[in-house]
């Protein structure tokens, strides 16, 4: 079923008795070409890459839980272009080229908004900083513009601009970076690729992998065992758990994020804003909350639910930067689990078995990742080589150390972080 305007008017007249399920529940088959692990954003748009760009359709997307319950329905839905690195540059750029057709290409309404990103900076130095970003960002051939602190009061005039501890010397403005309905990219997604063929099956967990002579033959499930030619792990928070049981060892950590939302209010905020002096960034939901979040919360936990220490930080950080917030009234916090690697880079790559590859690492950053995350995994699985704007986020970057991508200026090790 095509989704547009006019048939949102013949359904109103027909009482909407015409709408169709998203998509099928099917009961899982003996076998499949390709079984995916993980129905989060990553999982469901590698199926639709796969089926869509290279025909291959024989896909399972396994899912412990429900679709989109995992990550990608918990995350504070940014979108953006600003990384700085050769790696990730070319990948996010590619990333946010996706995007920016995705609801044509889906036929579905994900609310991309691209309402601007501004990156608070506090000093000289932070300065300096931002204007290698924006030249990075400007070089690889997208938007940014340094603002000084003028033209960040003319966008953002809300914010404390008096307040002597981390005075505001400017911003760096990224136009196309901003916000989407993060679980309707979920299910935007989903019935993309169901509608190519693919079967979701929800409520089926993977309990083990079976490798038989150095290939991977198939998964173990709560629903029985289902054959596979291919295997793809995408799994988040859970990468390390699910790949032991292929008998790797990931160098990867989990741990908590936590978000927040306030009461609905009238417009105020209309851009993404990050605050440079302390982790706090916030953003306006198109319902009217206040959407905002910090840092981790700095110990290993397969948690998805954060502890009051972050909580005192990232509002202190909030009303540091604009008092105004104080007044509106938090209404929910949650968490989710991050992979995190130690150079803040993600893994996407084949690995020592045959046939059995891995997508992860994703840190707090994988929801704007979604799209080029499924299109560079779905060309990887089909085609057994990287997706050229992909091709540095090798695993065997962590065992010799070539190659690292430091995003986070955080080095090789995960205390670090
Ligand atoms: C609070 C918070 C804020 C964030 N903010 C942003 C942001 O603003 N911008 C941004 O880019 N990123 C953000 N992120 C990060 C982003 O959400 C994640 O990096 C991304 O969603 C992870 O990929 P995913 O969507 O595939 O994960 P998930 O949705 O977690 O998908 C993984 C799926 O695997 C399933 N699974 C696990 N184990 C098994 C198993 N054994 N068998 C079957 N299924 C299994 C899980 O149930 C889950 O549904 C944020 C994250 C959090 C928690």
Known sequence: ????????????????????????????????????????????????????????????????????????????????????????????????????????????????????????????????????????????????????????????????????????????????????????????????????????????????????????????????????????IVVAGRSSQVAAMAGMRLPIESHVLQAFVTEGLKPVIDHVVSFGMGHFYISQSDKGGLVFGGDLDFYASYAARGNLPMVEHVMEAGMTLMPMIGKARVLRSWGGIMDMTPDGSPIIDRTGIDGLFLNCGWCYGGFKAVPGSGNVFAHLMAKGAPHPVAARYRLDRFRDGVGLMDEEGTGAQHNLH
């Open 1 to 232: 079923m095509r989704y547009s305007g006019w048939r949102v008017f013949t359904e109103g007249l027909r009482g909407q008795r015409g709408w169709q399920p998203v998509w099928r529940d099917p009961e899982p088959k003996g076998g499949y070409e390709v079984v995916i692990i993980g129905g989060g954003g990553h999982g469901l748009a590698t199926a639709y890459y796969l089926a869509r760009e290279h025909g291959i359709r024989n896909v399972a997307v396994l899912e412990k839980g429900y679709l989109g319950g995992g990550n990608v329905g918990r995350n504070t839905t940014i979108v953006r272009a600003n990384y700085f690195l050769p790696g990730n540059s070319e990948f996010y750029s590619h990333s946010l080229k996706l995007w920016e057709g995705l609801e044509g290409e889906l036929n579905y309404n994900v609310m991309h908004s691209q309402r601007g990103l501004i990156n608070l900076f506090h000093s000289d130095g932070q300065r300096d900083a931002f204007a290698r970003r924006g030249n990075a960002m400007i070089n690889q051939g997208d938007d940014a513009i340094l603002l000084d602190r003028e033209g960040v009061r003319e966008k953002l005039p809300y914010l404390d601009f008096d307040q002597g501890r981390f005075p505001i010397y400017g911003g760096l403005y990224h136009p196309r970076g901003g916000t989407a309905r993060h679980d309707a990219v979920a299910w935007g997604y989903a019935r993309g690729a169901d509608a190519l063929g693919v079967d979701l099956i929800q409520n089926c967990e993977v309990t083990g992998i079976e490798v038989k002579d150095g290939r991977v033959t198939g998964v173990e499930t709560t629903r029985g065992r289902i054959g596979a030619g291919k295997v793809g």
